[in-house]
Structures are given as structure tokens and as C-alpha cells.
């Protein structure tokens, strides 16, 4: 037998370093070739680490969280034949390393057996324990909860009266061997008052579970860490009628459903990108990307709408490249090709970046105004909030019409409040009036 050692490999893209975000194995797993070991990420993109060998899991060379460096051992194997690993190499000195394999051995979980007979005073040299010292009808007014998952030691009489009277066990002190409650514990506890015995089922919590940021999370955190210490937002929210935005989009769907063409289902989003590339076209500043460190403004000719999209994994903004250059239905069905990609983790580093302004959505949950963080280091970004059927006052009458907020946020240092509101406005003329963003 021998070892192998497998070492994380270049993931591409001119990286150096990986944070590790996932184990799939763990130390004693049998593994073969192309099982996958591992997942690394690298900025927004996903890596799994596959064995190149079959074999049995020695050490694990990261945890969750770390970063690694590219060449660095990530794995040690016990393998069939000589192994990758000389006996006099360097190599085995990543041993050292290994974390215990043994784990603290588990305290049993109840005593009972044990403490049924209790030793006769100078029966023998061993000292009962300090918890079951105490004299059996001298119970221990503490009331101290008992740790967490330590089930409490009593007969079923005793549970039964317990349940009857609305009492937590576990708030009770056994004053029998072993902590074992009574009768006699009962009644004491009720004794001490009602506000305590009564728990009516309900007990407190107070257990702290602590999660380390990690993955795309860290990442999502450190963004909009630095979006919102650096950019000081102004958000800017207008009400918009989309009553006959909703009547054309549902007979452009209605006519590709009847023609079966390659056509793809229309939603709001494709409507709003032809509505702010034209008001792009008016105010160019919006479409730019501020250097702060430099003191530059880039303003984009391209205009790349990032669509930020919930995964499973997390909030990601695949980009939609371009879309100056796309009718409605060539922005809808990238808009479709790249949410897809996003919530399958097959997005490319390509597809998640490059974008100049960007599109935040929560569909059905988009409230009715919200306060988007900037797109760090755009300059804008537009919220669509929920759309809903409420009554609108014609100059005669009260009407029913569907209406939809957009909350957008903008960087005040190169975004004035007006500017910021003549964009807006532009934007709710199009989506209002849906023939003018056909109209070149």
C-alpha cells in the first residue's frame, strides 16, 4: 500500500488561490477515481475537485472556509501500489497536520442503572457522586434547566402527574439517586409558586449556534459591505400603471403560443431593459462605472444589465451583454438562459460580471418599496416591486388598474436627485405607454 496526495489544481482564470466552501468526504471514506472530494470557489464561480485514484481518505488538508493556495496538498490517500509519495519526501511532512481523528468519548446518556443501588455508608471505599449525596427528601431548590437534550430521571407516575400539572421536567431537581425526581420533587416545585411550575409546554432557548460566513455568502456580504460604506445611495420610488404594458405583454404571448414559434414567454423584465436603454440613451451618465480610488467616472457605451437572481447558493447577477443591440424577445430569452444558468451553478465567471447597471426583482415577494444596494461600482440600480390591482382616480371615477412601484437607488455623488428623477420619470413613460419602446 501507499499514498497519494492530492494537491488543489489550477481552476483557471489566472487565480492563485481558492477558498475551499465544501467537503464532500471525510476522513476513513472510501473513495474512486472521479468521485468528487471538494468544491473551491473562485470569485463567483463554483469548482468541484474530483480523485484522480481510487482509495481511503488519511487527511484533509482545509476547512471550510480556507483559503488555498493553487499546489497546496488538499488531500492524503491510501492507495494500492507506491502512491504519488516517497517515504523519505517532503510530502508525508503534511501529516503533521492532521487534526485528531479520535473524537471525546460521549458521556452515557443516563446513569440509572448504576445509581439503583446506592452504596451503604462504609460498605466501600467509593464516594457516591455530589449529585446523588444529597438526602432523598431534601430537594434542591435551584430549578436550574438541565443541559440541553438530557432527558430527566423519573418513573412513569411521576411524568404522568407531571404532564397533568403543566410541568417541564426538566426545570424540576430530583432529589433521588442520580437526580431521579419523585413525588415528594413535585410537590416542592409547585410549592415555589405557579408562575414557575406552569409552562403551559412552552420553555425557553438558549442555545447559540455559530455559522461561518463562507462561499458565495462571504462574498455577497463583502460586497455589499463595500457598496454601502463607500456609495452614498439616494433612492428615488415612483408608481407606475402597467395596466396596458400587462394588456400588450399577455397578447404577445397569446400570439406566440397560436404562431408555436421560437419566440420566447415574455415577462416584465424584458419590457423594463427597452425602457431603460432608451432613457439610457437621454442620460448616458447612468450607464458608468465610478473608480472612487481614481476619481473617474467610466461611462459605458455597451449597455450591460445585470439581472440579480436568488440560487439556492445565494443572490447572483448573471449579465445580459449588450442590451442596446436587443429587441424584447432577444432580451427575454437571455434573461431566461441566464437564470437558468445561475440556479444550475453552470454560470460562467463571464456571464456573472461586466455589468453597467442592474435589475433587482423579488417577483410576487417585491413588496411595495424596497431600498436597493448599488451594484458596486455602477452608479445605479432599478427595484421592481409587487404588482397589484388597485383603485385609481380617472378625473370622474375610481378605476381599477394594475400598479407597480420601481424603487431605485443611486450613487448621490455622481447622480443628482434630479437627474435620477428625470430617469425615472422617462422610464414610467415608456412602461405606461408600451408602443414608444417599439418606436426607434
Given at each position: 500500500?501507499?499514498?497519494?496526495?492530492?494537491?488543489?489544481?489550477?481552476?483557471?482564470?489566472g487565480v492563485a488561490e481558492a477558498e475551499l466552501v465544501e467537503w464532500h468526504v471525510k476522513i476513513g471514506d472510501i473513495v474512486r477515481e472521479d468521485t468528487v472530494l471538494a468544491a473551491v470557489m473562485t470569485d463567483k464561480a463554483t469548482v468541484e475537485i474530483p480523485s484522480p485514484v481510487d482509495g481511503e481518505i488519511l487527511w484533509l488538508g482545509a476547512e471550510i472556509g480556507d483559503t488555498v493556495a493553487i499546489g497546496s496538498p488538499i488531500v492524503r490517500l491510501k492507495v494500492a501500489g507506491e502512491g504519488n509519495v516517497k517515504p523519505q519526501g517532503g510530502a508525508v511532512e503534511v501529516v503533521a497536520a492532521e487534526p485528531p481523528a479520535k473524537l471525546p468519548t460521549p458521556k452515557p446518556e443516563t446513569s440509572a442503572p448504576a445509581a439503583k443501588?446506592?452504596?451503604?455508608?462504609?460498605?466501600?471505599?467509593?464516594?457516591?457522586?455530589?449529585?446523588?449525596?444529597?438526602?432523598?427528601?431534601?430537594?434542591?431548590?435551584?430549578?436550574?434547566?438541565?443541559?440541553?437534550?438530557?432527558?430527566?430521571?423519573?418513573?412513569?407516575?411521576?411524568?404522568?402527574?407531571?404532564?397533568?400539572?403543566?410541568?417541564?421536567?426538566?426545570?424540576?431537581?430530583?432529589?433521588?439517586?442520580?437526580?431521579?425526581?419523585g413525588h415528594e420533587d413535585i410537590e416542592a416545585f409547585l410549592a415555589r409558586g405557579p408562575q414557575v411550575a406552569k409552562t403551559s409546554g412552552?420553555?425557553?432557548?438558549?442555545?447559540v449556534e455559530d455559522i461561518k460566513v463562507v462561499g458565495l455568502r462571504r462574498k455577497i456580504a463583502e460586497k455589499m459591505t463595500l457598496s454601502k460604506s463607500r456609495i452614498p445611495h439616494i433612492t428615488y420610488v415612483e408608481e407606475i400603471d402597467v395596466t396596458a404594458l400587462e394588456e400588450l405583454r399577455s397578447a404577445l404571448n397569446k400570439e406566440k403560443r397560436v404562431a408555436k414559434g421560437e419566440r420566447p414567454k415574455l415577462t416584465?423584465?424584458?419590457f423594463l431593459m427597452r425602457a431603460m436603454v432608451k432613457a439610457i440613451a437621454d442620460q448616458p451618465n447612468l450607464n458608468s462605472l465610478f473608480d472612487d480610488e481614481a476619481g473617474t467616472i467610466h461611462q459605458h457605451g455597451g449597455i450591460h444589465i445585470g439581472i440579480a437572481a436568488q440560487t439556492p447558493s445565494g443572490l447572483v447577477v448573471p449579465v445580459v451583454k449588450h442590451a442596446e443591440a436587443r429587441d424584447i424577445w432577444e432580451c427575454g430569452a437571455e434573461v431566461i438562459r441566464l437564470a437558468e444558468a445561475a440556479k444550475s451553478g453552470t454560470a460562467t465567471r463571464d456571464e456573472l460580471s461586466g455589468s453597467t447597471i442592474t435589475i433587482t426583482s423579488l417577483g410576487a415577494m417585491g413588496g411595495v418599496a424596497t431600498t436597493p444596494v448599488i451594484n458596486h461600482p455602477e452608479v445605479a440600480i432599478i427595484g421592481v416591486n409587487k404588482m397589484m390591482v388597485r383603485p385609481v382616480w380617472d378625473g370622474t371615477q375610481f378605476m381599477p388598474r394594475k400598479m407597480m412601484n420601481l424603487s431605485s437607488s443611486f450613487d448621490h455623488r455622481v447622480i443628482d436627485g434630479w437627474d435620477a428623477a428625470v430617469f425615472i420619470q422617462r422610464i414610467k413613460t415608456l412602461l405606461e405607454t408600451p408602443a414608444l419602446i417599439f418606436v426607434d
Open positions: 500500500m501507499g499514498e497519494h496526495i492530492i494537491k488543489l489544481p489550477d481552476v483557471g482564470e443501588a446506592p452504596p451503604k455508608s462504609g460498605g466501600t471505599d467509593v464516594k457516591p457522586a455530589p449529585a446523588v449525596s444529597k438526602s432523598p427528601r431534601q430537594p434542591s431548590v435551584s430549578g436550574a434547566p438541565r443541559p440541553e437534550g438530557e432527558r430527566p430521571l423519573a418513573s412513569p407516575a411521576v411524568r404522568l402527574r407531571a404532564k397533568e400539572a403543566g410541568i417541564d421536567l426538566r426545570q424540576v431537581a430530583g432529589s433521588g439517586p442520580a437526580g431521579r425526581i412552552l420553555a425557553r432557548n438558549d442555545a416584465l423584465l424584458p
